[in-house]
């Protein structure tokens, strides 16, 4: 059963000033993520597009950007591109699954989550 959806949208140009910073790529994005973003050249259409699905994941499931750390939910990739999520702390205690995608233009990444659970 769907539990919940989830949908969010970012100019690049927002966080290509964003993961010039340190701080912020140590805030939000764990370390396999980081790892994924320096193998692309640090792209900031890539960190954009995960930046958005970690949004998208706390809209489906109805929590906000300062009630979980944005590293609970980390942004994975299978080896023909396809994301997937793991999620932990609060949300992972929800259960169920999770569905993304991730899309993105020269100038705004988005991503859909759909988050599906038994009833």
Same mark, same amino acid.
């Given at each position: ?23 912020f790529l140590k805030r =939000?994005?764990? #370390?396999?993520?980081? *790892? ?7 792209a900031a259409q890539s960190?954009? !597009?995960? $930046? ?22 980390? =942004?994975?990739? #299978?080896?023909?591109? *396809? ?12 259960? !169920?699954? $999770? ?7 020269r100038e705004y990444a ?10």
């Open positions: 059963m769907i539990a919940g959806i989830g949908i969010d949208s970012l100019e690049i140009a927002r966080v290509e000033k964003a993961i010039a910073r340190e701080a =939000v994005f764990t #370390e396999n993520e980081r *790892a994924y973003l320096e193998e692309k050249g640090m960190a954009a !597009g995960i $930046f958005c699905a970690k949004e998208a994941v706390l809209k489906a499931v109805g929590l906000g950007i300062t009630d979980v750390p944005l590293k609970d939910i980390e =942004v994975l990739h #299978e080896k023909s591109g *396809a994301p997937y999520l793991k999620v932990y702390g609060k949300i992972g205690e929800k259960g !169920g699954r $999770f569905f993304l995608s991730i899309t993105h233009t988005s991503a859909f989550t759909v988050w599906e659970r038994e009833e």
